[in-house]
């Protein structure tokens, strides 16, 4: 890297306990590298001061520099995020997807390019190991770098008072969109930004997309389409839908891209699933320093849009018809598309309480995640962990690390049969984390945020009240599965069930129409396989949600060729 790139590249790589490895962020290509990409790339010529493209931007091309600069600029005021100089390339993992840009680029100088288009870069990435490895690695440290850093032509305004603003910004960062927060109460210029927009308060959480587009109280939806995250071409049938992004359901898009399937993945949130809420996952194969559920979901994300895979965020399903083939998925949004074969990885989520204090307090006190967005809010205060297995477990070592003290409350009499033992000594090592068994929460109080909880200890009958603000709710598991109903057969709790575990009765409800009994994974709908937490007697484990999600697109294979 030039001194010219490592001086410009400092302000993307400023983000407070991480050092972060410009060389291979921004590596400037060797000749015969260049030579490789020149074979199926464009000269380009761009006078000094011309835009290469806008933020906002879709499916823009990938640019080499040969001659000159380029300047790529984020944020408002605008900022220099890198100058690529000659050797220097640009793009990060939006370049796969052809998502919208987050920033856009200048030149600077008389500069000559290499043009290539996407699909060619794709293609190059997938073939040419050597290159692949340069421009995947440098694309997903740019974009870890640009969401760090909080450059960027989206911009935020919350407050702790307007619901939904905790969502919103979850939804942001799970998704990997770099953003600029601005909170209303605390931030004496956001009553400028407000004004100039004509907002009040009334209008927030409001999402400023590329400066222009103003989104008040946006749903999930409206936002990942003023993103571009939710784009699907819903016209041809597909060899295979993925309906969920979780660990199952990325396994199974990476591998059945890499084996020529075209492949659809919808998934109504973020990628990830309830794993991609996890703050660290110490147990899983290959990483014994352990991996947030984000970074493994990112990582699986780009690694499936590598091969070829189209992933649509925001995208939930809605009703399966079965009746017909192919099959076609209809989505909430109207929208729907057609499959020959389908993989159901829409996993489980915690079993929300009855209560209706729990419901008033939700993203206000009451939570279900344990991200770092979730920790920021309750640093140096006592919280309460309610759940005993491993993903309690790993909420409550985290938040152990920035509060001043962590409750952890089961139902049972202890831990031992729903947690990890690793994770249960880390409970019991870990001075600030007081466990507290046979209790359960029975009152939840406050105004417009959460300000007090009463729990009940059932083995000594006393009640105890704490003036305690943050509560995380990780007990149970219910599927996702209200969309298959009248399709697939189901068990009591509402897990889909496959294989031997389907009955006699089972098949002849569906109307079984094949010979052969279904395969391992395979409902009771031919084609249409279960995989992960969704799936009945599954192991509710990342591991086996992976294992499951890459074993059943053998299973997709034989079904195809029927």
Same mark, same amino acid.
Request: glycine share 10%; charged share 25%.
């Given at each position: ?26 590596? !400037? ?49 605008? &900022? ?12 990060? $993992? ?20 290499? !043009? ?17 490895? $340069? ?78 587009? $103003? ?5 999930? !939806? ?52 309830? =794993? ?32 070829? =895979? ?47 204090? =729990? ?46 003290? /962590? ?47 009463? +729990?009940?200890? @059932? ?13 995380? +709710? ?8 209200? +969309? ?31 010979? &052969? ?19 009945? @007697?599954?192991?509710? &484990?990342?591991?086996?949600? /992976? ?14 060729? !029927?």
């Amino acid at each position: 890297m030039t001194a010219h790139e490592r001086s410009a590249a400092s302000n993307v790589s400023e983000v407070p306990g991480r050092t972060l490895d410009t060389a291979h962020m921004f590596p !400037e290509l060797a000749p015969e590298l260049i030579a490789r990409l020149a074979r199926v790339a464009r000269e380009r010529l761009v006078a000094d001061g011309d835009a290469v493209w806008d933020e906002g931007a879709t499916n823009i091309p990938f640019f080499v520099v040969q001659e000159g600069a380029i300047a790529i600029l984020a944020g408002c005021p605008e &900022r220099v995020v890198v100058v690529h100089t000659p050797g220097g390339f640009t793009g990060d $993992v939006d370049m796969l997807s052809g998502r919208r840009a987050s920033v856009h680029a200048r030149a600077q100088g008389a500069t000559r390019l290499l !043009e290539i288009e996407r699909s060619r870069l794709r293609e190059l990435v997938r073939t040419d190991v050597e290159l692949g490895e $340069v421009l995947l690695r440098a694309f997903i440290l740019r974009r870890v770098a640009l969401v760090e850093s909080g450059q960027a032509d989206i911009v935020f305004v919350g407050s702790r008072q307007a619901a939904g603003t905790l969502r919103l910004q979850d939804f942001l960062n799970r998704n990997g969109r770099p953003y600029i927060s601005l909170d209303a109460e605390r931030e004496p210029s956001v009553q400028a930004l407000l004004d100039h927009f004509h907002l009040d308060a009334s209008d927030l959480p409001v999402v400023i997309c590329w400066g222009t587009n $103003v989104l008040k109280r946006p749903t999930i !939806e409206e936002l990942a389409e003023c993103l571009g995250l939710s784009s699907l071409d819903d016209g041809p049938v597909r060899d295979l839908v993925v309906v969920g992004a979780g660990p199952a359901g990325l396994a199974a898009a990476v591998y059945a891209a890499s084996e020529g399937l075209d492949t659809v993945v919808l998934e109504g949130y973020a990628p990830g699933g309830q =794993a991609g809420s996890s703050s660290r996952i110490e147990n899983y194969l290959g990483f014994p320093m352990g991996i947030s559920g984000s970074e493994l979901a990112g990582r699986a994300f780009v690694q499936a849009e590598k091969f070829g =895979a189209s992933i649509a965020v925001a995208r939930t399903a809605a009703r399966l018809d079965c009746d017909s083939r192919p099959y076609r998925i209809r989505m909430a949004s109207g929208t729907s598309v057609s499959t020959r074969a389908i993989v159901i990885a829409t996993g489980a989520e915690y079993r929300r309480p009855i209560c209706a204090e =729990a419901v008033r307090f939700e993203g206000a006190g009451f939570y279900y995640a344990a991200t770092p967005l979730e920790g920021k809010l309750c640093e140096g205060e006592e919280i309460i962990v309610v759940g005993g297995g491993n993903s309690a477990g790993q909420a409550a070592v985290f938040f152990a690390g920035t509060t001043k003290r /962590v409750y952890v409350l089961v139902r049972g009499p202890g831990l031992a049969e729903s947690m990890s033992q690793y994770l249960i000594r880390r409970i019991e090592e870990t001075a600030n984390i007081e466990l507290r068994t046979r209790t359960e929460i029975v009152a939840l109080e406050g105004e417009n945020h959460l300000e007090r909880v009463t +729990w009940i200890d @059932k083995a000594e009958d006393r009640k105890t009240t704490l003036n305690i603000r943050h509560v995380f +709710w990780m007990t149970g598991a219910s599927p996702n599965t209200s +969309w298959l109903e009248g399709c697939v057969a189901l068990d009591e709790k509402g897990f889909v069930k496959t294989g031997t575990d389907l009955t006699t009765h089972d098949l002849e409800a569906a109307q079984w129409p094949l010979v &052969r009994p279904p395969f391992l994974f395979e409902t009771s709908q031919p084609g249409v396989i279960a995989v992960g937490d969704v799936r009945a @007697k599954s192991v509710k &484990r990342v591991a086996a949600a /992976v294992g499951e999600g890459s074993v059943c697109v053998q299973l997709v294979h034989k079904v195809l060729a !029927e």
